[in-house]
């Protein structure tokens, strides 16, 4: 008998540890991150073009809000609430279509260490003559069309201000 009551304790303890462990876990939020990585042609922030809102929630988290005069389904995510700095992400058919920084987040870079903040000279110097430049209100976009995607990178006032990466075919002005 005392075998039997010793092993239910021991089944008992192990349910409450996996328990507890399964609520930690839970527990772990995911959040935009505060040094973005942008690898031209493939993903901006961990996250690619054909992510699922599952997906994007994983990566950046439940914390976002919702564009309502956007064509396709936007989520924007901020580091603080109401805060324009940022990320976003567009949906087509539950699938992302273009990620995309908000205003100009600090920290966030390419592969080859081009950063926010920078001046636009280096992004001809880093990626070379061939980028195609497309006029925005108030800023332009220096493109990077590759075989899966159109990495955008935005300049303002003479600066990089932010990164895009976006299907084929997406408006590249945000």
């Known amino acids: ?16 540890i996996v328990v507890v462990l399964a609520t930690l876990a839970s527990q772990a939020r995911a959040d935009l991150p505060k040094a973005g990585l942008v690898v031209p042609g493939r993903s901006l922030g961990g996250l690619g073009l054909g992510a699922t809102p599952l997906e ?20 924007y995510f901020t580091y603080r609430r109401f805060e324009p700095l940022g990320a976003g992400v567009a949906f087509r058919h539950g699938r992302a279509v273009a990620l995309f920084t908000l205003w100009s987040p600090p920290d966030w870079r390419t592969t080859r260490g081009l950063t926010t903040g920078d001046p636009a000279a280096r992004v001809a110097g880093l990626y070379g003559p061939a980028l195609l ?38 408006r590249i002005c945000r």
């Open 133 to 170: 430049r497309t006029t925005c209100t108030n800023y332009y976009a220096m493109t990077l069309p590759s075989r899966g995607a159109t990495t955008a990178v935005y300049i303002f006032d003479n600066q990089v201000w932010g990164f895009a990466l976006l299907a084929h075919g997406e």
């Open 56 to 75: 994007v929630k994983a990566a950046w988290g439940t914390r976002f809000g919702r564009c309502r005069d956007c064509r396709e389904p936007t989520w």
């Open 1 to 16: 008998m005392s075998g039997t009551v010793s092993g239910t304790v021991r089944w008992c303890w192990l349910v409450a």
